[in-house]
């Protein structure tokens, strides 16, 4: 099956199993899992961040950033449509009476600094204390500006903001941007990066930070229910894809490149090419979408049934799947 919904559904590959097979493990929660502390060491390494901590999930690990930085009664500024504010169930709000303040995303994936200047509460007890800004890179594929970045991390600095980034795919905006992920992660005061997307691995993220903030997290990762035993299992795979799988990303991207491209050219499909910077597209698409769904099932693809189809590339999917998809999408539109 070419399984184009997303780079979660990639499955572990033969070398991945063999890492987890071999991981030596320990209890976790004791600290004593050395294949969960090579994890977190790498990560914090690599990331430039002083620790890390090994969560169950990308939900999970902004929510522990988003608990570490803010109280009950404070606020965070964050995109209408970030993962971190509409697609984890509110929990900000229902674990840490954490108000969220979003704003609409500029269309390349930034947060306007006027525009949440202006959202900045006053120092006033009518007000939730505005305590952090959270950015996402990337953002539906489309990677943040460096020169951006810094200017975020000054505006933040200006008005006493902390700086949360959530980098589900922050590897696939440092690999097209042909720079080492530090030089996107420097500006953060914590980072949160999915091993379970593009990366490869089945289960997990990492939240990456400064000692205490780690350890703050330690905790009320264990109050949510996240303190894993054996973990290593896990780990193992993300050690895995940490060391083997950034480079190759590159490869999602030109398959997504391919795929836009030869897409664009069906009369009934539209595609902004300049939003097609990684291995998301998004395609507007004039058809009946059960159709087109059951014609490409019965070919072994798989997609969404949304008319502004999201179709992303990743390591399970090869370029001649790319090229037998496009043929695919040509026999039905033509
Ligand atoms: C996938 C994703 C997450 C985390 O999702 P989980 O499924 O909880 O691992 C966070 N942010 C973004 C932008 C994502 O795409």
């Not at 109050?223 to 999602?252: C, F, P, T, W």
Request: aromatic share 8%; hydrophobic share 40%; glycine share 8%.
């Amino acid at each position: 099956m070419i399984d184009l919904r997303s780079d979660t559904v990639t499955k572990p590959s033969a070398d991945m199993l063999k890492a987890m097979i071999n991981a030596m493990v320990g209890d976790d929660v004791y600290g004593e899992d050395p294949t969960v502390n090579e994890l977190e060491a790498l990560a914090a390494k690599m990331m430039g961040t002083q620790d890390a901590i090994f969560c169950t999930s990308g939900t999970q690990s902004n929510l522990l950033a988003l608990l570490v930085h803010c109280e009950r009664g404070d606020e965070y500024i964050v995109g209408q449509h970030a993962h971190t504010y509409r697609y984890e169930g509110g929990g900000a709000a229902v674990f840490g009476s954490i108000q969220p303040q979003p704003l609409d995303f500029e269309e390349d994936g930034t947060l306007s600094l006027e525009k949440v200047s202006q959202f900045i509460k006053p120092d006033d007890f009518h007000f939730a204390n505005t305590k952090l800004l959270c950015l996402e890179n990337t953002h539906a594929g489309k990677i943040l500006p460096l020169d951006y970045l810094k200017e975020a991390k000054k505006f933040a600095d200006d008005n006493r903001l902390i700086l949360h980034l959530d980098g589900a795919r922050v590897f696939n905006a440092a690999v097209k941007l042909k720079v080492d992920v530090k030089e996107i992660t420097c500006f953060f005061d914590t980072i949160s990066c999915c091993l379970s997307k593009g990366l490869g691995a089945p289960v997990g993220s990492v939240l990456c930070g400064a000692g205490d903030q780690i350890k703050k997290a330690r905790r009320w990762r264990k109050v949510l229910g996240g303190g894993m035993r054996q973990a290593g299992i896990l780990a193992a795979a993300g050690i895995y894809a940490l060391s083997n799988n950034i480079h190759r990303l590159e490869k999602d991207h030109d398959n997504a490149l391919v795929l836009a491209k030869a897409l664009s050219e069906i009369k009934n499909i539209h595609i902004n090419m300049e939003m097609v910077q990684t291995n998301i597209i998004f395609a507007d698409i004039k058809a009946d979408m059960d159709t087109l769904y059951d014609f490409l099932k019965e070919k072994g693809i798989i997609i969404d049934k949304n008319n502004n189809l999201r179709l992303v590339t990743h390591l399970d999917i090869s370029s001649p799947d790319i090229d037998y998809t496009i043929k695919a999408f040509k026999a039905f539109f033509d």
